[in-house]
């Protein structure tokens, strides 16, 4: 799926504002930006088995 306009305007925003950062603090917004998606998945399969019943 392409990103909507508001996402694309939100990419760009995103690299102006990681474009000075040093190798350490690109490591650790990596890492940070990979528990958030992890967080994510978690809240997704939640919704997923309340919606269908599952694990009750």
């Not at 950062?21 to 990979?34: G, I, K, T």
């Amino acid at each position: 799926m392409k990103p909507t306009l508001e996402q694309q305007f939100e990419i760009e925003a995103y690299k102006q504002r990681i474009k000075n950062l040093d190798r350490e603090q690109c490591q650790l917004a990596l890492v940070s930006l990979y528990a958030l998606m992890l967080e994510r998945d978690n809240h997704y399969k939640a919704l997923l088995r309340e919606k269908w019943g599952i694990g009750q």
